[in-house]
């Protein structure tokens, strides 16, 4: 079975530009979370989505937004990109979002501004 | 302020060496904490605990929590240089069952 899989795998943009991010969940699941992890540091908590629901949203500015469609799959929208937006983005899915239960993992889109 | 906190944060041992990663936990109403290890891009999931005193083992991995004194630890035994990563503590904390608390992380690295 194909596990969580993100698009793009890399992306280069210029500070002001706008950008969208791509995943899939793992066949069955409901919930997708977001979270940035930049180099050295934990992945911290962006959104998440459940049934089509945001559920849950971290500690982040308004420039960044997020949806989930029909088939579960979501987007992440940063706009005015900024230096510090540079990270490793990264997706992953459970079955239920209000279940004590595994993440699990893509592979991440690699982000960087110039 | 919700903490988990990870030591050591880096640790060079050699093949075989037996490792032990802790991790330490401040949030309010805990439900669970999960291990994680990430080598290049995708965390991958190792162990979930939920009960205190109850070891997880998966093969050389073993896991531990602590409820009482708020941790757990990571051993691996026999170390492998494939056992060369980025160690991740995360919990669970009340209804929020979404999102993932994080530590930094403990960089592994396991020379031949």
């Known amino acids: 079975d194909a596990g969580v899989t993100q698009s793009p795998t890399h992306l280069i943009k210029t500070r002001g530009q706008q950008v969208t991010l791509r995943c899939s969940p793992i066949?069955?699941?409901?919930?997708v979370s977001w979270y940035q992890q930049v180099l050295g540091q934990g992945p911290q908590f962006i959104f998440q989505y459940y049934e089509k629901e945001e559920r849950g949203r971290g500690n982040f500015p308004d420039r960044f937004s997020a949806r989930q469609f029909p088939n579960y799959s979501s987007e992440l929208n940063v706009n005015a990109l900024l230096l510090g937006d540079s990270a490793l983005y990264l997706c992953?899915?459970?079955?239920?979002?209000?279940?004590?239960?595994?993440?699990?993992f893509g592979d991440g889109t690699r982000l960087s501004i110039l | 302020e919700d903490k988990v906190v990870q030591s050591p944060l880096s640790l060079v041992v050699h093949e075989g060496d037996t490792v032990t990663l802790n991790c330490s936990y401040e949030?309010?109403?805990?439900?669970?904490l999960l291990w994680y290890k990430q080598e290049k891009k995708a965390p991958t999931f190792l162990f979930m605990l939920?009960?205190?005193?109850i070891e997880k083992k998966s093969g050389r991995l073993s896991s531990i929590l602590d409820k009482k004194e708020l941790f757990s630890i990571l051993n691996i035994t026999a170390t492998q240089t494939g056992d060369s990563a980025v160690y991740l503590c995360?919990?669970?904390?009340?209804?929020?069952?979404?999102?993932?608390?994080f530590g930094r992380g403990t960089q592994l690295t396991v020379w031949p």
């Open positions: 939920t009960s205190s005193g």
């Open positions: 995360a919990v669970y904390r009340g209804s929020t069952l979404g999102r993932l608390y």
């Open positions: 949030v309010t109403n805990f439900r669970s």
């Open positions: 992953a899915s459970s079955y239920s979002g209000q279940l004590v239960q595994p993440q699990h």
């Open positions: 066949s069955g699941h409901k919930s």
